[in-house]
């Protein structure tokens, strides 16, 4: 099982952060995705995210506003990303100087690629999570 992790400070609330992140209906279609749906709601919904002539179907797995931390799966065996097995995990902490720290934790199993590849595609989207929670609450 291979492990990626991503940690970074953001200038911005945790709370604004966090609504940013744990918005798991939230993704907006653009650049590299094509359609995006859910299906449900709360611990257990389903959203499908169009990329790359593929489908990516995650399931929010946990969700815990209080420790803002939740954890999601990918359920598709035919997911066009380089993994099979998929779990990752998101949480938000406050730091004390009115910024907090993202730390976004992955594991997987590399599915036809090298495991660097695989994990520099994960770290990839990790980090472009991260980028557009800054954005969304540094302006």
């Not at 499908?48 to 179907?57: H, K, Y």
């Not at 995650?58 to 998929?86: K, Q, W």
Request: glycine content about 16%.
């Amino acid at each position: 099982m291979t492990t990626v992790k991503v940690q970074e400070s953001i200038q911005g609330k945790a709370a604004d952060v966090w609504a940013a992140l744990s918005d798991f209906g939230g993704i907006k279609v653009g650049g590299p995705i094509t359609s995006f749906e859910t299906e449900g709601d709360g611990v257990g919904m389903v959203r499908t995210i169009g990329m790359g002539g593929g489908r990516v179907v995650e399931r929010l797995d946990r969700h815990d506003a209080g420790a803002m931390t939740f954890a999601y799966s990918i359920i598709n065996d035919d997911c066009p990303l380089p993994v099979s097995n998929y779990a990752a995990t998101v949480e938000v902490k406050a730091q004390g100087d009115g910024s907090c720290q993202v730390t976004w934790t992955g594991r997987f199993e590399p599915k036809d690629v090298s495991e660097a590849d695989a994990s520099k595609v994960v770290e990839g989207i990790y980090r472009g999570g991260i980028a557009g929670a800054r954005k969304a609450v540094e302006g």
